[in-house]
T-cell receptor, first 112, second 112 residues
Framework: SAVISQKPSRDICQRGTSLTIQCQVD?????MFWYRQQPGQSLTLIAT?????????ESGFVIDKFPISRPNLTFSTLTVSNMSPEDSSIYLC?????????FGPGTRLTVT | GQQLNQSPQSMFIQEGEDVSMNCTSS?????WLWYKQDPGEGPVLLIA?????ELTSNGRLTAQFGITRKDSFLNISASIPSDVGIYFC????????????FGKGTKLTVNP
């Protein structure tokens, strides 16, 4: 199974600033996703990170707020821009390996 | 959009008891995945199911893909304290999309 690492594991940020989260996979994968998990909630898909092209965003999420890069098949970044307290969540990177889907350890973001 | 109804929302059991939780949908799914999430961690894949009627075990865990393809259950036998966590079902709807639909989770508490 794919092994996924994320950096940072957690951060506390000021309102109005931006944070970039990195996701590294130990093998080349085609499908890579970014999810948000608000406190006590289930997982919500933000976008599909496409290698070499713009990410595909889900309803309610826009590129200006959550720009994503995917320069190759093992790495992606998600930026949370112009943060507000409502952005306080766990952000998770996820990949499909075969038919199975795996998640990274998450980045716990607190916005003050 | 498609939704998964996961129940129960929470369970409080004694160590040694068996546990059962399930997910249902009004639409057909091609894949069912069960995850466990510990506090502060990303979801960990427990069991993946790909065929209607499939019954798969992973240690004390057993999961089944419903015959109608609209439901799945997860059983945990002889629960132990480390089974504590939130269990999520997830499925890939019929239609070929790689995007998972998640249940809202079952929070399991095991009293020693």
């Amino acid at each position: 199974s794919a092994v996924i690492s994320q950096k940072p594991s957690r951060d506390i940020c000021q309102r109005g600033t931006s944070l970039t989260i990195q996701c590294q996979v130990d093998s080349q994968v085609t499908m890579m996703f970014w999810y948000r998990q608000q406190p006590g909630q289930s997982l919500t898909l933000i976008a599909t990170a496409n290698q070499g092209s713009e990410a595909t965003y889900e309803s309610g999420f826009v590129i200006d707020k959550f720009p994503i890069s995917r320069p190759n098949l093992t790495f992606s970044t998600l930026t949370v821009s112009n943060m507000s307290p409502e952005d306080s969540s766990i952000y998770l990177c996820s990949v499909v390996d075969g038919y199975e889907q795996y998640f990274g350890p998450g980045t716990r973001l607190t916005v003050t | 959009g498609q939704q998964l109804n996961q129940s129960p929302q929470s369970m409080f059991i004694q160590e040694g008891e068996d546990v059962s939780m399930n997910c249902t949908s009004s639409s057909i799914f091609n894949t069912w995945l069960w995850y466990k999430q510990d506090p502060g961690e990303g979801p960990v894949l427990l069991i993946a199911l790909y065929k209607a009627g499939e019954l798969t075990s992973n240690g004390r865990l057993t999961a089944q893909f419903g015959i109608t393809r609209k439901d799945s259950f997860l059983n945990i036998s002889a629960s132990i304290p480390s089974d504590v966590g939130i269990y999520f079902c997830a499925g890939r709807p019929q239609g070929g999309s790689e995007k998972l639909v998640f249940g809202k989770g079952t929070k399991l508490t095991v009293n020693p």
